[in-house]
């Protein structure tokens, strides 16, 4: 992770870790890792191993921390004293690189799979429940994922609430579609679905 050096820097006041994973996509997608307009989630791996992520930082910058003359300022930074851009320029990011292999790989093997996995099942349940009942595209995915929540049923509150229009045999319906669909476990959880 070469631009891990980006972090140790520290240029900005806020967002140094943000703009690190940026740099990490960016890389990718300029090297054509991804096909173009598509974004490798590697970031939510890495998010998911955060302490892995500071261990792998901190492997070097502990090291560093003797080295470097600091006080601080007013606006709650710190002012470097003494000469260190040779500390970032040229140093041994093995580490780095395969704490990033592993996300990488991670991303691969099983987030990739299981997302297309996950919208797979969404597509044929959208489809499916659309030929059954008429419904806005924002409440076929709010159905899906309650059924996701809560085991492949509908509860009586969102029955209530946001699906009173749907009758007791569309319910049992729909409950019956997603069990035949019912995505892989944990599928899709990790990206906020």
Known sequence: MPSSGFVYSHPLEDGNGRLHRYMIHHVLAERGFNPSGLVFPVSAVILE??????????????????????????????????????YYRFFDATLQAEFLFACIAHTVEFD??????????????????????????????????FLCQNDGLLSRRARERGFAGLTGQEVN?????????????????????
């Open 49 to 86: 191993r955060i302490d892995d992520y500071r261990r792998a930082l901190e492997s070097y910058s502990r090291r560093l921390l003797p080295l470097i003359h600091w006080r601080p300022t007013d606006r709650g930074n710190i002012e470097v004293l003494n000469e260190t851009a040779d």
């Open 112 to 145: 990739l799979p299981m997302e297309t996995a996950f919208l797979k099942c969404y597509d044929q349940f959208k489809k499916r429940v659309s030929g059954l009942v008429d419904m806005p595209d924002r409440l076929t995915d709010l159905l899906f994922r």
């Open 173 to 193: 319906e729909i409950e019956a579609i997603y069990s035949e669909i019912r995505p892989m476990p944990d599928a899709g959880q990790s990206r906020g679905r």
